[in-house]
């Protein structure tokens, strides 16, 4: 029975082999075919010493999706002389991580040999579930190596992440991706028009998984043409259990091709595929929003807007950017600047998308148009700094007597507004007297930028 449950194994293993994706079939099996992150894996670099030194370090690897994190996890699993335990977050509870940390101390009673403890979308879990891995990982229980796509100072709870080292992985270069491409076109045996490749890396952006699966996905797709009866072009990709093109054919007639894939069938491969980013992303790409439209670049406050709305960000959460940038960059150059920001922030909760989209371009048009000032801003800081110092140097200033409210009896028996001038009984209806406490007073906080109305 159990040579037959063996063939039946190794049976499995041979058609796995031809069936698994061809991201798997070219995934790297020595840290020295990898095709980038040479400043974590190249020689000497700090990753490529703790893996091959086999060190118990936690480490955080941390990166877009296909940019080789869970590679270098199965090439660490490949080489260790330690247990590797691997859980996925979007599967695995507290009974599961309690369950594997209770097998790494039984294993590191009974067998003196440490454990990894693999956590992969480590973003995942819940701020219980990745406390639940805090005194295991602080004992040195288990040897805590975690991936995640997100960044991780807004999605791994900071007890966690400073028990952990973090290396972070960069999107694959155009020229490893490139490399990449080709080395699945041989094993493909297909070839590729260039522009083909181009469209191929600016759907990938970064990602070889996606990249690999969008190029074996237009192989599939290849149909060769027939040219006065024969087949002018290549054939369709190797399908497993079946004879390779090229190959010599039963059929005698039978003409080996191969397979040729053009932008048009990269196209239909990548389909409606677009990049979505983390949270990470999302922070990033709105603070280059707003610092565009800061700097008056109208194209970038554009292309910025129109990437967030592609990538499906909350047409709100822009919108209230926007009204905060009035005020805060804008400013006072420009009074209407606000009322514009307002408006089409109202006109995203009237509207909605994908009309209001219009709306929120007009308002980055007149927002980087318009002349910028921060002195709103510059002058609420100073006076907020005043405010603290006065808390901490003593009681704070009281409100002087003459400002103080008198719309209740008693309060003209205490004193209260005895001696203040009314602005509207002098000429132009401005009138110098003491409105604030006598520690801050003579301090100046709002000096105009002189940009536009700001003067």
């Keep these: 029975m159990d040579s037959v449950q063996s063939l039946f194994d190794q049976q499995a293993g041979s058609i796995l082999a031809t069936q698994a994706p061809l991201a798997d079939q070219l995934r790297p099996r020595t840290l020295d075919e990898m095709v980038d992150q040479q400043h974590l894996v190249g020689v000497g670099a700090p990753l490529r010493r703790l893996i091959e030194s086999d060190r118990p370090a936690s480490m955080l690897l941390w990166g877009p999706p296909g940019t080789g994190k869970t590679t270098v996890v199965s090439i660490l699993a490949s080489i260790t002389k330690r247990a590797c ?14 369950q594997a940390i209770d097998t790494a101390r039984e294993r590191l009673g009974y067998e003196s040999r440490g454990t990894i403890l693999f956590i992969d979308e480590i973003h995942r879990f819940s701020s219980t579930q990745q406390d639940s891995l805090l005194d295991a990982v602080e004992k040195g229980v288990v040897s805590l190596v975690a991936a995640t796509t997100e960044n991780p100072y807004f999605s791994v709870v900071p007890p966690l992440l400073s028990r952990m080292t973090l290396f972070r992985f960069n999107p694959l270069s155009q020229n490893a991706l490139t490399a990449l491409v080709r080395k699945a076109l041989e094993r493909l045996q297909a070839d590729c028009d260039e522009d083909a490749i181009d469209l191929l890396l600016a759907v990938a952006n970064g990602d070889a998984r996606a990249a690999l699966g969008v190029l074996e996905v237009a192989a599939s ?11 002018s072009d290549a054939a369709p990709a190797k399908v497993p259990g079946e004879m390779p093109a090229g190959a010599p054919s039963k059929s005698p007639n039978a003409v080996p091709v191969k397979v040729h894939i053009d932008a048009t069938l990269i196209h239909e491969a990548a389909g409606a595929r677009y990049a979505h980013g983390g949270r990470d992303s999302h922070y990033d790409e709105a603070s280059a929003f707003i610092k565009s439209i800061r700097g008056s670049d109208v194209d970038a406050g554009l292309f910025w807007l129109a990437r967030m709305l592609d990538r499906g960000e909350d047409p709100r959460f822009i919108a209230r950017r926007l009204v905060i940038l009035a005020s805060e960059d804008v400013g006072l ?3 209407y600047a606000l009322s514009i920001a307002v408006a089409a922030a109202h006109a995203v909760e009237l509207v909605g998308l994908p009309e209001a989209q219009l709306n929120l371009a007009e308002a980055v048009i007149y927002l980087a148009k318009a002349p910028k000032s921060n002195s709103a801003t510059t002058a609420l800081a100073k006076a907020s700094q005043d405010v603290k110092s006065l808390a901490t140097s003593g009681p704070q200033g009281e409100v002087p007597a003459h400002l103080r ?7 003209s028996k205490l004193g209260h507004g005895e001696g203040y001038l009314y602005p509207h009984n ?25 940009h536009g109305e700001d003067i």
């Design 405 to 411: 409210g008198t719309g209740y009896k008693g309060a």
């Design 333 to 335: 150059a420009d009074p």
């Design 221 to 231: 797709l290849y149909e060769p043409r027939k040219v006065s009866g024969k087949v």
């Design 85 to 98: 335990i691997s859980l996925s977050a979007t599967s695995s509870g507290v009974r599961d991580v309690r």
């Design 426 to 450: 002098f000429e132009g209806g401005v009138v110098k007297q003491q409105y604030r406490p006598s520690d801050a007073e003579g301090h100046i906080y709002y000096e105009p930028s002189g």
